[in-house]
């Protein structure tokens, strides 16, 4: 059995927006200006389905991200529980965590090792999916309003639980794939 390295086609990825480019370019060739997708154009060609409104969801909405083979489902899930910006953390995190549960149902999504939390001039914060807060929310709220996750002694709770992320230092050298060395 021949080793599997960098360089080997098992660990490249696909090119999806290169794919994507040329489906689009085979429906709609007319949108193309000098190779590139002209957007007034495309938007004249779908006519009234096109969706300008500034706050939406979909695979990319603003502040919220899924992508892989999972995104649709956990997307469809945060649009289940009307998922927005102006939620609390606690109520985020649950509804991220209910997300990632029904990406699950993808064979190629494994389970959640953990949540990382971004905030704007704070140190990069991180949950387990497995601790007890979360498995306590999964028995509250599963299929059930998720309101009280808004109430600030439950967003008190989330952040004693949160923990800063210890990152690596960028001094060792990881090993290549199949490196016998």
């Not at 996750?149 to 952040?159: E, G, I, S, T, Y």
Request: hydrophobic share 35%; net charge negative.
């Amino acid at each position: 059995m021949k080793p599997i390295d960098v360089n080997s086609p098992e660990t490249k990825s696909t090119d999806l927006v290169g794919s994507n480019v040329e489906a689009l370019r085979a429906l709609f060739p007319e949108a193309f200006t000098e190779g590139r997708v002209d957007f007034e154009v495309l938007k004249q060609l779908l006519g009234d389905v096109v969706d300008e409104r500034e706050e939406k969801y979909g695979l990319n909405w603003h502040g919220i991200h899924a992508i892989g083979s999972g995104a649709a489902l956990a997307m469809d899930q945060l649009n289940k529980r009307a998922q927005n910006l102006g939620f609390s953390l606690a109520r985020t995190i649950f509804h991220v965590d209910e997300a990632m549960l029904e990406a699950q149902k993808e064979k190629t999504v494994g389970p959640a090792t953990n949540y990382l939390i971004l905030t704007k001039g704070q140190p990069m914060t991180h949950i387990s999916p497995d601790s007890e807060l979360i498995s306590r929310w999964r028995s509250a709220y599963t299929g059930r309003g998720t309101d009280g996750l808004d109430d600030p002694d439950v967003n008190f709770a989330v952040q004693r639980e949160m923990k800063r992320v210890q990152m690596p230092p960028y001094d060792i050298e990881f090993p290549v794939v199949g490196d016998s060395s």
